[in-house]
């Protein structure tokens, strides 16, 4: 054990670098779909409603792995060779962020659109009674509500996220498992390996679920 | 106070629909400026739905709702714009949670570039100390009593300056000992001269301050008049029964 953490820690902890950033860089574009789905499920309009839904029902219908496959492998096969004439090529990274952007941008959208949804309605006919158009009555009364609402679950899903950036492994990218399988073929010390890789996501993940804990606190105060 | 030769509120042939189930048959009625106008009857009768179709947060099936010579009908007109000049004070008060209460009462007024957010603030101070909530401007919602909420929400739509105020059953959701204060706020702004348009179940108070009492069932007005002629003398048969009820 001592040998894997002298010889290959700094690998590791690179590693995990690149898990941190795979999973920001997804959180991140999760956020921005999650908000346009999300709200395109909220407004009145039928069309817009049905796309939200399909989307996701789509992704959600899909285990990540596929996706992966399908977006790495997939998608550049589509226009370098069905259609032809194109050159596309994704990194991993690239493809990785891609997956993780859309399948958390479903759980955000119906996290989202959960949580505007359970924003009492009197909030929104009050707000326009007084003359405000829907978009300054959603930005100023009904959003803020809603967000604190979804602050736990959102934290949920962001663990949940961190988490999947294992199965990105799949299509090569370097973070934590994808290094851990390397360090396990050089020194076949699986048990080694696998125990201080599942720790150091222990670690991370608690912290992470710690303080998420005190900011839900800090916003749930009655005021 | 009365001036009856300015329309505010010209209702025609109001229908309204949900599906098949007609909640206003056929509704025409004019409301002049500076009247005082409850709405009686029992409940599912349409008159929360007739009030909410005064500031279209009903939209209308069929007939006309003229506001200020707006018809509000007419999806080319800005409902916003007309909003603005009709207030709306609802039963279960509906005040913004995630703002303190001078924020409530400051948010549209600045939002709608109606006043700077200092001149909002002064106005609103003057409209707290009307309701006589001036102590709780730095509070929220969450710690006020149903009767004090129910005066900041007065006091919000108040802040609008509007020439309209329009009552959803303002009182129905209070306990008993904090109705008063409610109907006093109301009752001072009758004697000031606001349009009032009241869905209410205090007949004490329909008798007191209504010029006019409108009568409800079944989708249509059943009978309207002074309250001496609709509380007291009832003529329709319905009236005289729901009278006996409530009474």
């Known amino acids: 054990m001592l040998n894997i953490i002298t010889v290959y820690g700094v690998m590791l902890l690179v590693a995990l670098g690149r898990t941190l950033l795979l999973a920001l860089l997804g959180l991140f ?36 792995i596929v996706l992966a496959f399908f977006v790495y492998f997939g998608v550049p096969y589509l226009f370098n060779t069905i259609i032809g ?71 949920n899903q962001f663990i949940i996220t961190l988490k999947d950036t294992s199965i990105l492994s799949v299509i090569g990218f370097p973070e934590l498992v994808n290094t851990a399988k390397n360090v396990q073929a050089n020194t076949f010390m699986s048990f080694q390996t696998w125990a201080i890789v599942g720790i150091m996501y222990l670690i991370v993940i608690t912290i992470l679920s710690r303080s998420a ?11 | ?12 042939n109001l229908k309204k629909h949900y599906g098949d189930l007609q909640v206003l048959k056929d509704i025409s009625t004019d409301i002049y400026k500076g009247e005082v106008v409850t709405v009686i009857g029992p409940s599912g009768s349409g008159k929360s ?27 080319h007109n800005n409902i916003n714009k007309v909003r603005e000049n009709i207030g709306m004070v609802f039963q279960h008060f509906n005040l913004f949670n995630n703002l303190n209460i001078i924020d409530n009462l400051t948010l549209a007024p ?16 003057k409209m707290l100390s009307k309701v006589g909530l001036s102590d709780k401007a730095e509070s ?12 900041v929400a007065i006091a919000r739509a108040l802040c609008m300056e509007p020439d309209i105020m329009l009552f959803d059953e303002p009182t129905s959701a209070l306990d008993p000992e904090m109705v008063g204060e409610v109907l006093q706020v109301m009752k001072d702004l009758a004697a000031d001269g606001m ?39 009832p003529k329709e048969a319905r009236t005289i029964d729901f009278l006996n009820k409530v009474l």
């Not at chain 1, 009145?44 to 796309?51: E, P, Q, V």
């Not at chain 1, 993780?100 to 009197?122: K, T």
């Not at chain 1, 804990?213 to 005021?223: G, N, P, Q, T």
């Not at chain 2, 004490?204 to 003398?233: C, H, K, S, W």
């Open chain 1, 29 to 64: 574009f999760a956020c921005i779909i999650g908000l346009i789905f999300g709200m395109m499920g909220v407004v009145k309009n039928r069309a817009s409603n049905i796309i939200s839904q399909i989307f996701v029902d789509a992704i959600r219908g899909v285990p990540m």
């Open chain 1, 85 to 155: 004439g194109f050159s596309v090529n994704l990194t991993a990274l690239q493809a990785g962020t891609i997956c993780l952007a859309l399948n958390c941008g479903a759980y955000m959208a119906e996290i989202i659109r959960a949580g505007i949804q359970s924003v009492d309605i009197g909030q929104m006919e009050a707000a326009r009674s007084l003359g405000l158009t829907y978009g300054m009555s959603m930005r100023k009364v009904v959003l803020p509500q809603a967000i604190r609402t979804m602050i736990p679950t959102f934290i």
């Open chain 1, 213 to 223: 804990k005190v900011l839900e606190r800090r916003l749930s105060v009655d005021r």
């Open chain 2, 1 to 12: 106070m009365i001036d009856k030769s300015e329309v505010k509120v010209s209702v025609k």
């Open chain 2, 49 to 75: 739905t007739f009030l909410r179709c005064l500031n279209r947060l009903e939209t209308v099936t069929s007939g006309t709702v003229v506001v200020d010579g707006t018809d509000i009908t007419d999806k």
């Open chain 2, 110 to 125: 600045v939002q709608l570039k109606k006043c700077s957010k200092a001149e909002a603030t002064e106005r609103a101070k």
């Open chain 2, 140 to 151: 929220y919602p969450s710690q006020l009593s149903g009767g004090q909420k129910q005066r």
């Open chain 2, 195 to 233: 349009t009032m348009i009241i869905v209410t179940h205090e007949m004490g108070f329909a008798r007191e301050v209504a010029d006019r009492v409108i009568f409800m069932d079944g989708g249509y007005i059943i009978e309207e008049g002074t309250p001496q002629e609709v509380l007291l003398n």
